[in-house]
């Protein structure tokens, strides 16, 4: 009970730093590339919460945000790279803040005093910081990844409606809503598990690469 409560603590922080990169990713780049939207209202944390994907980064350790609203669509007529881009800004921001995290974890020395760690040395408030930012770098690697799978809400399914023949846009609309049920299932009966085994990987590369 006790590890459970810690692991709580710890990982809260690291699950806001992940939606907020994340979501902020895409409202730069989509405000940077649109110049014709005059009105942009900042993501927000609260705001970006889907509370069955918050509960899936607690349950599983990936998870989904409610995704700050870009007319991709639009950003296509303004240039193939520029939508794809703006769609793919949310998992590079991501892929950056958890590459950076994972350098810190290792490079200063902390990987030694986190309680995820085997081996570790106690020492509070140290341990604690420790294992946030071994979260923050877990969390934001797997969300990265996670976001690429092409069903929706993730951001894998704006790319798809971005490069297919705009026959098929409202087709692919059409089975959006069905998108959060099939990521449900798929971690459910474990495939999603099996798909986010190289974030488990690259971080194991990481460490041996740097420590």
Request: hydrophobic residues 50%; aromatic residues 18%.
């Amino acid at each position: 009970m006790l590890e459970m409560l810690r692991n709580f603590i710890s990982l809260t922080p690291a699950i806001i730093v992940a939606i907020l990169t994340h979501e902020y990713s895409h409202y730069y780049l989509a405000r940077y590339f649109d110049r014709t939207r005059t009105e942009w209202s900042k993501p927000g944390f609260i705001r970006r919460i889907d509370p069955v994907g918050l509960l899936m980064y607690y349950l599983f350790k990936f998870g989904w945000s409610r995704p700050y609203p870009v007319n991709y669509w639009k950003l296509r007529k303004l240039g193939y790279s520029k939508a794809i881009l703006t769609a793919l800004s949310g998992s590079l921001g991501n892929f950056v803040v958890g590459l950076l995290a994972g350098l810190i974890f290792y490079l200063s020395g902390l990987h030694r005093y986190s309680t995820l760690m085997p081996d570790y040395l106690s020492s509070y408030p140290l341990s604690y910081f420790a294992d946030v930012i071994y979260w923050v770098m877990f969390i934001d690697l797997s969300t990265a990844f996670f976001n690429l799978l092409p069903i929706p809400p993730l951001d894998g399914a704006n790319i798809i409606t971005v490069i297919v023949p705009e026959s098929y846009v409202n087709w692919l609309v059409k089975y959006e809503l069905y998108g959060i049920l099939v990521l449900l299932v798929l971690s459910l009966i474990g495939v999603i598990q099996l798909i986010m085994w190289p974030v488990t990987q690259f971080i194991q590369i990481l460490s041996w690469l740097i420590v």
